[in-house]
């Protein structure tokens, strides 16, 4: 039976690259079918944010035309309002101009309508890349295995393949038992400043993330939320800021000792992206496309 990991001390462990070449090894499946499925799902996110963005740049362009319209139309208006000073053909003016209020309402309508859903349908996205990120234990690559020999009796040898925010792609063994496959990186030694500072980064950028997708809920249920309790958008736009931030500082990851030569000899750096990687700069990017159109879409009355 499988007893638990001890960590062994750091001063017993000798890193060492291992001398296997590029590490290709892999647990449970197929690579290549692995491979597939990532692209196949990759690619659906990003043509839902080009969708997404060609949707926000349409309301911003659709504003700012109805926006000079608008200007054009208060000038008319004064003008209008000027003349009825001196004729009798007021009512009939006012008459020729409702269509027009109409006409604007109507479209603020389906703003109101197209922002929502940009926002809703980014932050699912947005929230579901970045949890995947931090459970996916394929978040870098390790060009070349790393192995860890301890120098003490059990003779317990842990070789690296992949690292994850919280999980890593390991094989651990010493004369009693072996362990392979994803396992939390509470087995992992050399848990470094910068390794420790992406997992936390990962974290806070899902809470941040879910508090934003919360308050579209009570928007969706209220539209006047925001403007009563928040004071406009400010504090969406403040939320959605933070988890880009964070989740893009996830690959403060490439720091770590697994990554940097401070563990190699070489010089040059062991850690390729992977889909980790992937997830988490296609979950920024849903953030800032976030941010822009919480700052600038209307949204209910703000």
Known sequence: PMTPYAEPPVDSVKPSVATTGTATHSFGGSSSSSGVSAIVYFGLCWIVLLNLIVALVYVLVDCSCRRNQKQQQEQRQQQQQQQQLQTSHALQDVEVAEPVVAVSTRRRKIHNIIGMTILFVGSLFGLGLSVFSNLTCDFVTL????????????????????????????????????????????????????????????????????????????????????????????????????????????????????????????????????????????????????????????????
Do not use: H
């Open 143 to 302: 060009e070349e295995s790393v192995t860890l020999d301890a120098s003490f009796a059990d003779r317990l040898s842990i070789t690296i393949y992949n690292l994850g925010l919280w999980k890593v792609d390991l094989f651990m063994t010493d004369q009693t038992y072996s362990l392979s496959g994803c396992v939390s990186t509470d087995n992992l030694p050399f848990l470094d400043t910068q390794y420790n500072f992406a997992k936390a980064s990962a974290i806070i950028g899902v809470i941040f993330g879910g508090i934003c997708l919360l308050l579209l809920m009570c928007l969706a249920i209220n539209p006047e939320f925001l403007l009563i309790v928040f004071r406009g958008r400010y504090l969406l736009v403040c939320l959605y800021s933070l988890a880009f931030l964070f989740q893009l500082t996830t690959l403060a990851l490439f720091g770590s000792v697994y990554c940097t030569n401070s563990i190699f000899d070489d010089g040059d750096g062991n850690c390729r992206p992977s889909v980790g990687v992937v997830a988490s700069v296609s979950a920024a990017l849903f953030w800032m496309l976030e941010v822009v159109a919480a700052a600038w879409l209307p949204l209910g009355n703000t």
